[in-house]
């Protein structure tokens, strides 16, 4: 992973924040089916599997940050005003995340990824617009019109979501819109990107360590190596590696850009979800992926135009 210093949106092209994005959205995309495996080998819960990935995450890029060399000196800047953004990250890092583990215990990886990421963008873009100023201009709309339409059309053909499993989801949305938006306006305001990342994740360690504790930490019976193997992948790739080219990506587009950029993630944990996991394909999930990839190919257009 290269050194990857970011501030502000005019340091770098929009079509270089929409390949960081696309990766991203790739190694995300294999989050539910790792989490599922992990469910599967051993006797361990979605906090504590969310945790260890906070912690994992923060352990690898601290290491890394203390070893790589800056580009340029860094300025010391106070942390006061910062803290808020910071810390509001890292919140909500841990309601997405261990949220969307919990709605994939309960309705399965395909489902929960799409709902947490079909509505990412609707409330990103609300978010936009009323904290941030941003205007979606037509294409944006027409996307996360398109966005919502594949999303409607996917759990409105499915019978197999399960309610609990939706509220879970719509919740983990609601903390990836937290954290697109706080992310982005740290981002603006010249803030490194492994800052960031750093921040949220030992915020969302501290916030889940008390429920992890209760739920149980340690993985127990079954095949306990290959969960730990697992849950090390989701910290390694899924985070440590992802999360910094996220927030980077980020930076470099408008807001609700990069949420519905994150809909490669619900097409490929569904695409995971059958060929792995063995989930069953049905038309609404072809159809919903097929409108959402082509929401994600009209934002990207749009985005590179206006860069």
Same mark, same amino acid.
């Given at each position: ?119 990412? &963008?609707?409330?990103? @873009?609300?978010? =936009?617009?009323?904290? /941030? %100023? #941003?205007? $979606?201009?037509?294409?944006? *709309? ?123 993630? &619900?097409?490929?944990? @569904?695409?995971? =979800?059958?060929?792995? /996991? %063995? #989930?069953? $394909?049905?038309?609404?999930? *072809? ?21």
């Amino acid at each position: 992973m290269s050194t990857v210093l970011i501030a502000r949106p005019e340091s770098g092209s929009a079509r270089r924040g929409l390949a960081f994005l696309a990766v991203t959205g790739l190694a995300w995309g294999t989050t539910g089916a790792a989490a599922d495996l992990v469910y599967g080998a051993t006797d361990i819960g979605p906090t504590a599997v969310s945790f260890w990935r906070h912690l994992g995450g923060l352990v690898l890029l601290g290491a890394f940050c203390a070893l790589r060399r800056p580009v340029r000196p860094r300025e010391v800047r106070p942390l006061r005003p910062r803290l808020g953004r910071l810390v509001g990250a890292g919140v909500g890092m841990a309601v997405f995340q261990t949220a969307y583990f919990a709605s994939v215990e309960a309705t399965g990886v395909a489902v929960a990824t799409l709902l947490t990421l079909g509505s990412g &963008p609707v409330l990103t @873009a609300f978010g =936009a617009r009323i904290w /941030l %100023g #941003e205007r $979606l201009g037509r294409g944006g *709309v027409l996307a996360v019109a398109g966005a919502v339409t594949g999303l409607a059309v996917l759990v409105g053909g499915d019978a197999t979501v399960d309610p609990a499993g939706a509220v879970l989801a719509a919740v983990s949305a609601a903390g990836y819109a937290a954290v697109t938006l706080l992310g982005r306006s740290a981002g603006q305001r010249g803030e490194d990107a492994f800052t960031i990342t750093l921040w949220s994740f030992g915020v969302g360690a501290l916030v889940l360590l008390a429920p992890a504790w209760f739920e149980g930490l340690l993985p127990q019976g079954g095949e306990v190596w290959r969960a730990v193997a697992l849950m090390a992948y989701l910290a390694v790739f899924t985070t440590a590696v992802a999360y910094p080219l996220y927030f980077a990506g980020a930076a470099r587009v408008r807001a609700a850009t990069a949420s519905v950029m994150m809909l490669i993630e &619900p097409c490929t944990a @569904a695409v995971l =979800a059958v060929v792995v /996991l %063995g #989930e069953p $394909l049905t038309a609404a999930a *072809v159809a919903g992926s097929v409108v959402l990839l082509g929401s994600i190919t009209a934002l990207a257009v749009a985005e590179s135009r206006r860069g």
